[in-house]
T-cell receptor, first 114, second 113 residues
Framework: GAGVSQSPRYKVAKRGQDVALRCDPISGHVSLFWYQQALGQGPEFLTYFQNEAQLDKSGLPSDRFFAERPEGSVSTLKIQRTQQEDSAVYLC????????????FGAGTRLSVL | QKEVEQNSGPLSVPEGAIASLNCTYSDRGSQSFFWYRQYSGKSPELIMFIYSNGDKEDGRFTAQLNKASQYVSLLIRDSQPSDSATYLCAVNPGPGGSYIPTFGRGTSLIVHP
């Protein structure tokens, strides 16, 4: 595709609900990153995939957060039993290689947990 | 804990002036440095990257890196109102370390006519 696509753009969830956020990276991009961005803050790393392998998930804040990229393309970030502190913008980025390749960001999903 | 520090601002400059944005980082072994621009409600967009000490120029933008002082800056010449945005500094440890960048909180820049 032309760019990184994320859906939905906005999600409102009641506390305790499960949510799933989708990221469709640039076609052929090997690396995929998920970030969480709170208001007025920079993106905070959540997890990283190289193709279908999840190489780093050290940034996931709790075991309620789960990410997958089963075919090495589209990725889903799932948050179970959402809490108010999960409210943030979730950004996905992809890059063509590994290591220090330039990252291209999607528009993000703004999650509001009521 | 790797840290990347930026003054949150806002930094306000008049149109046509030079805007200077600064970033310091804690990991002395860091290898690559990125500046992203983020308009309100939009995603970060890469504007510059730099790997070597010194200056790197691209149009109205100049990135400056001083690894000894663990300092990277972004200069914007002839600032325009359309440059008003938040500028994020990102630092990547590079080869031999994690490839995961650490972002600063960003500096808000306001260019007023």
């Amino acid at each position: 595709g032309a760019g990184v696509s994320q859906s939905p753009r906005y999600k409102v969830a009641k506390r305790g609900q499960d949510v799933a956020l989708r990221c469709d990276p640039i076609s052929g991009h090997v690396s995929l990153f998920w970030y969480q961005q709170a208001l007025g803050q920079g993106p905070e790393f959540l997890t990283y995939f190289q193709n279908e392998a999840q190489l780093d998930k050290s940034g996931l804040p709790s075991d309620r957060f789960f990410a997958e990229r089963p075919e090495g393309s589209v990725s889903t970030l799932k948050i179970q039993r959402t809490q108010q502190e999960d409210s943030a913008v979730y950004l996905c980025a992809s890059s063509s290689g590994t290591g220090e390749s330039i990252q291209y960001f999607g528009a993000g999903t703004r999650l509001s947990v009521l | 804990q790797k840290e990347v520090e930026q003054n949150s601002g806002p930094l306000s400059v008049p149109e046509g002036a030079i805007a200077s944005l600064n970033c310091t980082y804690s990991d002395r072994g860091s290898q690559s440095f990125f500046w992203y621009r983020q308009y309100s409600g939009k995603s970060p967009e890469l504007i510059m990257f730099i790997y070597s000490n010194g200056d790197k120029e691209d149009g109205r933008f100049t990135a400056q890196l001083n690894k000894a002082s663990q300092y990277v800056s972004l200069l914007i010449r002839d600032s325009q109102p359309s440059d008003s945005a938040t500028y994020l500094c990102a630092v990547n440890p590079g080869p031999g370390g994690s490839y995961i960048p650490t972002f600063g909180r960003g500096t808000s820049l306001i260019v007023h006519p």
